[in-house]
């Protein structure tokens, strides 16, 4: 089992920015390819962005494109989400994945945390 606790979401003013983490626990997390992902009010979820379990490579929406980075902490088992120049539309729950040494970013990750709030006004 993973367990996944994400963290750092907020209100936040369009245009602003907010820096997303996702803490690990259970098993080996260098092995997991890390995904966040969102899901809008009446909206399916969504993949974000994601990060190879050797952080070799990111895959992100192109929505997102340019204005979010992920990156991986392996020695603290964390992932994050860099999130700048919010808009409106980017309003969500956001949840971290995880993916076991899988080179599909998009697929079906195995273990997910209970995701975090982020809310953008305009």
């Known amino acids: 089992q993973v367990q996944l606790v994400e963290s750092g979401g907020g209100l936040v003013q369009a245009g602003g920015s907010l820096r997303l983490s996702c803490a690990a626990s259970?098993?080996?997390?260098?092995?997991?390819?890390m995904g966040w992902f969102r899901q809008a009010p009446g909206k399916k979820r969504e993949f974000v962005a994601a990060i190879h379990w050797t952080g070799s490579t990111t895959d992100y929406a192109d929505a997102v494109k340019g204005r979010f980075t992920i990156s991986r902490d392996n020695a603290k088992n964390t992932v994050d989400l860099q999130m700048n120049s919010l808009k409106p539309e980017d309003t969500a729950v956001y949840y971290c994945?995880?993916?076991?040494?899988?080179?599909?970013?998009?697929?079906?990750?195995?273990?997910w945390g209970q995701g975090t709030q982020v809310t953008v006004s305009s």
């Open positions: 994945a995880a993916l076991y040494r899988s080179s599909w970013f998009r697929g079906n990750y195995n273990y």
């Open positions: 259970g098993r080996t997390f260098s092995d997991y390819t």
